[in-house]
């Protein structure tokens, strides 16, 4: 290996001294490109006046603490309010405190663009390179023109944009992908337009986008590092085709694609802030400085007249796109890519149930053999080619949502039945496309906000009185209107109930679940996608003394619970009537204060029907069986029936209601207004 | 598990060639160290590749230098002479998966570059690096959009060979599906690539209008 870099190294070297003509090339390609801070003349000396000139101009602008220079520094305020720096690497900063005094920063960027920029080769390293973004800045700001600063060639940024120019930016949001916890919120990052023209290929575009880079295998370190800062986040620029096979392909995620009404000089801005954060990491922090957050910095930075992000302690992804929604006029187009899953769907329900018993019958039998004879014959005769190719898509694009197949994979479970499926769909003189179909109640900017607040007033036990306070972080329960959500994926996070008893004047947590989610897919049995659910947390059970089986230590009826809880199981949708029929079984481990020995185990059984007859309405009625197992044995049965209901009155304002009954006797009825905001 | 083996290695290779086409991979420095060690069973197939795709263009050679100086960072700017770096996840979740390509995961992880889009209607090494890219990254959607004689994959890579648009893309769509079987033999993205370069040569009108193939 080291023989192979070693050789091209020579080789690079030898083609620096013995090839003039490269330079040639170069020197040609670049006069070609209309690169606006970058121009092939002779090095000029530092320039004293213009300096002293434009250093007059932005101190009396007062330009070093205005809020548009914060944003090219990528300046927030921390948590104590004051305004720095997200960017964590010091090469980012000219001046020693740049990551805090922004004033300092400009003086030192301004001393720095008049240095001397020396010989050719290391012009690259001057400031006009490095930072081309607080070149234009200053340059607008200040009024002084381009050909009064340093004349440099900078070759590396030339050579890293090539002939290439934007027309176009788009902020792409993609869904939620319940598999996989760091993205249970989505994910957003940057596609930038090589052109609007329709017929250019959107492929061929380039994405921007900025990750994390963990460097631990271990995911104890990695959640806690994730959510501490303890990797570096970087900006990466790849081809958009990479993160179609990502997204749409390899985690079946839809994507959603805002262009923005960004002009050409904002976009060559973006491009220079693109440049300018280059290798400069910032921590990544998995609630605030994450994917979505420092993509609205970087759009901040970009065209600073923009005004996304303000002091908050957590973004999350869709929350981004929602903000991007609010700036009037922002958005100029929204464009909509199916995930493989999606498309699988569109194909499957645009199939007869004839063909879809057939598909089935297909993946089920998996055989290359016989697939043939069953696609091209039907019960009554022949199927006609165009019927083939309609069943032989649909056939495939299951395989590929099944394998997950992207990039150059090889199908593994139907890799022979793939490959005999495409040559028989060459064979077919069909050039059929389906066009796709948008699901706009899953746009994400329509959905409602991610923080809720709730008030509510209930009865319980033995006509106890209580009020009930609410508040949660993010994001939607199952309960929740559905419209611009993934159907079916409720998650809570940081979810606070507290209640009020009248008759003991106490207010106490009655749920605090830092986590808690519900998958219910709502999507047909051959997907195979299973319900489940994972929460912790601690509630307070106020039916304890209602059962007599619990070893009390004292009188109070409730008692307090820590608890674990996981489940799996089947859903069964009725898509004609939009009712969801479920069941899980599951198992909670935890804790009981006024258990004997504290711990306990209880597996169960939970089964509902959810339903939403309107899109503002959902019903849903569920029926819970669970045995609890102390240290001392079995210590309760409890049976549970539970109806709730939600009214959307408008966007973001819910009435809800709910009453369930126990075995043991215990009843509560609660009724209260939900806030999104 | 073969094919799980075979895929990485295919990728690794991949990798390789690409890295050779970095500017000055800064960010990823630490990757490309990595790539180098991963990889190295593949090295010998991507030595060939690489060095056809050192050619003429001296930012390739720079590349290569600067990843073969030990510890070295330039001090700015972004990774590549355009694509930019891309970041594939070697995955083992599950069997049927042989690599996907993730975000924050806590999986082995590796950078590259990758050649340069828009390079101009020449058919000169970078534009066939980019195609080898491309291949590798889109092959399986690629053959779905052949067979079915269109779709936006298919486009895309008439695009990259340069094809033109119009009457020369329809003619290019149905080449690629009346010849599919001859094309898309095995599982190889590179002799995919050269199958379809000898078909678009033996058909007259493309072979003059696919400047770049």
């Known amino acids: 290996m080291k023989l192979f870099f070693d050789m091209n190294f020579r080789g690079w070297k030898a083609q620096l001294h013995f090839r003039p003509l490269a330079f040639v090339k170069f020197s040609f390609g670049m006069s070609a490109i209309a690169c606006a801070f970058a121009f092939d003349g002779p090095v000029t000396l530092a320039d004293t006046d213009s300096l002293l000139e434009m250093q007059n101009i932005t101190s009396a602008q007062n330009l070093g603490e205005s809020h548009e220079w914060q944003k090219i520094l990528f300046y927030a305020p921390d948590f104590l309010g004051r305004q720095r720096s997200i960017v964590d690497d010091p090469a980012f900063f000219l001046a020693a405190n740049g990551k805090t005094d922004s004033k300092a920063e400009l003086d030192a960027t301004l001393r720095s663009l008049f240095q001397p920029s020396g010989e050719a080769t290391k012009q690259n390293l001057h400031s006009m390179c490095r930072f081309p973004r607080r070149v234009a800045f200053l340059i607008e700001k200040s009024g002084i023109s381009r050909e009064r600063l340093p004349q440099v060639v900078c070759k590396d940024y030339l050579d890293w944009l090539g002939s290439r120019t934007y027309e176009g930016v788009s902020l792409v949001f993609s869904s939620s992908y319940p598999n996989n916890p760091s993205s249970l919120f989505g994910h957003s990052f940057l596609r930038a337009h090589r052109s609007l023209k329709e017929q250019r290929n959107k492929l061929l575009d380039d994405a921007i986008n900025f990750m994390a880079y963990p460097n631990t295998d271990n995911p104890l370190t990695y959640s806690f590092r994730g959510m501490a800062g303890g990797f570096p986040g970087f900006f990466s620029f790849t081809p958009y085709y990479l993160k179609v096979q990502e997204y749409s392909n390899a985690d079946s995620r839809d994507l959603w694609e805002y262009r923005l009404d960004f002009s050409t000089d904002d976009i060559r801005n973006m491009i220079y802030v693109l440049w300018e954060m280059g290798p400069h990491k910032i921590d990544y922090y998995y609630f605030d400085e994450n994917c979505s957050a420092v993509i609205l910095k970087f759009l901040e930075a970009a065209k600073p007249s923009l005004s996304l992000t303000h002091l908050q302690f957590w973004v999350i992804p869709s929350d981004t796109v929602k903000t991007v929604a609010n700036v009037p006029g922002l958005i100029v187009d929204v464009q909509y890519r199916p995930s493989a899953l999606t498309r699988f769907l569109q194909k499957y329900r645009h199939l007869t149930l004839d063909q879809q018993t057939k598909l089935s019958a297909i993946v089920e039998a998996n055989s290359p053999t016989l697939v043939l004879s069953e696609i091209s014959r039907t019960s009554s005769g022949l199927a006609s080619p165009v019927d083939q190719a309609f069943l032989v898509d649909a056939v495939l694009e299951f395989i590929d949502f099944y394998e997950r197949l992207a990039g150059s994979n090889i199908a593994v479970t139907y890799g022979a039945l793939r490959a005999t499926l495409l040559k028989y769909r060459a064979s077919l003189p069909i050039s059929h496309l389906q066009a796709t179909q948008v699901p706009q109640e899953e746009r994400p900017d329509v959905g409602h906000d991610s923080s809720r607040l709730g008030i509510g007033a209930g009865v319980s036990g033995k006509n106890e009185a209580f009020s009930q306070y609410h508040w949660h972080t993010a994001l939607h329960d199952k309960m929740s209107s559905d419209r611009g959500y993934s159907a079916g994926l409720g998650i809570d996070f940081f979810d606070l109930y507290l209640r009020y008893r009248h008759k003991d004047k106490s207010l106490q947590v009655h749920e605090f679940y830092p986590i808690r989610v519900t998958s219910l897919p709502n999507l047909e049995p051959i997907v195979k996608r299973p319900a489940w659910n994972l929460s912790f947390g601690t509630s307070l059970d106020d039916s304890c003394g209602y059962d007599g089986g619990v070893r009390r230590q004292n009188k109070r009826d409730s008692c307090r619970l820590y608890t674990v809880k996981g489940g799996v199981g089947l859903t069964l949708p009725l898509k004609t009537i939009n009712l969801l029929a479920y069941s899980m079984v599951n198992l909670t481990l935890g804790h009981n204060n006024q258990l004997s020995g504290g711990i306990f185990a209880e597996p169960g059984l939970e089964s509902g029907l959810l339903w939403a007859p309107i899109a503002q309405v959902k019903v849903n009625a569920s029926l819970s069986n669970s045995a609890a197992f102390g240290r001392t044995g079995r210590f309760r049965i409890r049976h549970l029936a539970a109806l709730a209901g939600m009214y959307e009155m408008k966007k973001n304002h819910e009435l809800r209601g709910s009453a369930f009954v126990q075995n043991s006797g215990y009843r509560e009825i609660l009724a209260g207004y939900y806030f999104y905001f | ?213």
């Open chain 2, 1 to 213: 598990m073969n094919l799980t083996v075979k895929s990485r290695a295919t990728i690794a290779t991949a990798l390789v060639t690409c890295f050779a086409m970095i500017l000055g991979a800064p960010a990823f420095a630490a990757e490309a160290k990595k790539v180098k060690k991963k990889a190295a069973p593949a090295a010998e197939g991507a030595a060939d590749a690489a060095d056809a795709a050192s050619g003429d263009a001296a930012a390739t050679g720079k590349a290569a230098a600067a990843a073969g100086t030990k510890g070295h960072r330039a001090p700015y700017g972004m990774a590549g002479c355009g694509l930019g770096s891309l970041i594939i996840k070697k995955n083992s979740m599950g069997p049927q998966i042989g690599a996907s390509f993730l975000n924050m995961t806590g999986y082995q992880m590796f950078a590259l570059t990758t050649g340069c889009s828009n390079c101009g209607a020449t058919k000169d090494s970078v534009a066939k690096v980019e195609q080898e890219v491309f291949m590798e990254v889109n092959m399986a959607s690629l053959a779905k959009d052949a067979a079915q004689g269109q779709g936006e994959h298919l486009s895309a890579f008439a695009e990259i060979l340069g094809c033109g648009q119009g009457d020369s893309l329809i003619l290019f769509n149905a080449m690629s599906r009346s010849n599919y079987e001859q094309i898309f033999q095995g599982q190889n993205s590179k002799a995919v690539l050269s199958n379809y370069r000898n078909v678009i040569k033996e058909n007259e009108k493309l072979a003059k209008s696919c400047v770049r193939a």
